[in-house]
């Protein structure tokens, strides 16, 4: 989860919740019960192009493959720890929810309301999302 309370700690109990029964819960910004506050257009559109393309290259039936506030059960964590991941920046939490996928762990998404507060830049371009996408073919397909 982020650290400057994007990420409302006060989800952390239904994370756990819904992780007693699935291997990974993610918080998801576009749950559609989920609210957005805060986020610059530009911000929005390059996170939602980023979303839209990892499902349709990665085929994992979750919308939020960016959000890193997510609880992964000992299993996952367990399996992880072994793995190499290829990604850099923000395209390694995609790669983690494809690989985990592959392995066959189950996945669940709860709604959360994402409020923007820190006022810092992003470094998300076109250009680390065109980088983005041409790891998520590699993937994909290697």
């Known amino acids: 989860m982020d650290a400057d309370l994007c990420h409302d700690p006060k989800y952390i109990p239904k994370l756990i919740t819904v992780g007693q029964k699935k291997d990974i819960v993610i918080a998801s910004k576009y749950h559609p019960k989920s609210t957005i506050k805060g986020l610059t257009i530009k911000r929005l559109v390059m996170s939602k192009i980023m979303n839209k393309a990892a499902r349709i290259i990665l085929h994992v039936p979750i919308t939020d493959y960016t959000n890193g506030y ?38 669940s998404e709860i709604p959360f309301n994402f409020i923007q507060v820190s006022t810092g830049r992003t ?6 999302i065109n980088e983005a996408i041409h790891t998520l073919i590699k993937l994909r397909f290697t």
Request: hydrophobic share 35%; glycine share 6%; aromatic share 18%.
């Open 123 to 128: 470094n998300l371009n076109l250009k680390e």
């Open 70 to 107: 997510r609880c992964y059960n000992r299993r996952v964590i367990e399996y992880l720890i072994g793995q190499e991941f290829s990604s850099r920046g923000f395209v390694v939490l995609s790669e983690i929810v494809y690989i985990c996928y592959k392995k066959g762990f189950s996945f």
